[in-house]
Nanobody
Framework: QVQLVESGGGLVQPGGSLRLSCAAS????????MSWYRQAPGKERELVAR????????NYADSVTSRFTISRDNDKNTVNLEMNNLQPKDTAIYFC?????????WGQGTQNTVSS
């Protein structure tokens, strides 16, 4: 079965950086688009970034463009999210996600808090 395990969240001051990782298993990772979503308190879950395969093209939410970078390692079955110049508005639970066999699967999420 699909398993997605996120790591790397934490507390950071405004302007700081964090790197999230997601270890994936249970499906053919190299052939799937991988995504990062986030959900802030009281808000709906939103797409942050995704990376396609095999061309590794990417797209981002307008709110994170030029600050966040998504990447993947098809040998290690991991997808990463490098987040720079973090702001309080980026505070949320971040989820790794994949659409596999017409079903979207989610990791357990990792909390990122941006606060001074």
């Amino acid at each position: 079965q699909v398993q997605l395990v996120e790591s790397g969240g934490g507390l950071v001051q405004p302007g700081g950086s964090l790197r999230l990782s997601c270890a994936a298993s249970g499906f053919t990772f190299s052939s799937k688009t991988m995504s990062w979503y986030r959900q802030a308190p009281g808000k709906e879950r939103e797409l942050v970034a995704r990376i396609f395969s095999p061309d590794r093209s990417t797209n981002y939410a307008d709110s994170v463009t030029s600050r966040f970078t998504i990447s993947r390692d098809n040998d290690k079955n991991t997808v990463n999210l490098e987040m720079n110049n973090l702001q309080p508005k980026d505070t949320a639970i971040y989820f790794c996600s994949v659409l596999n066999v017409a079903r979207r699967s989610w990791g357990q999420g990792t909390q990122n808090t941006v606060s001074s």
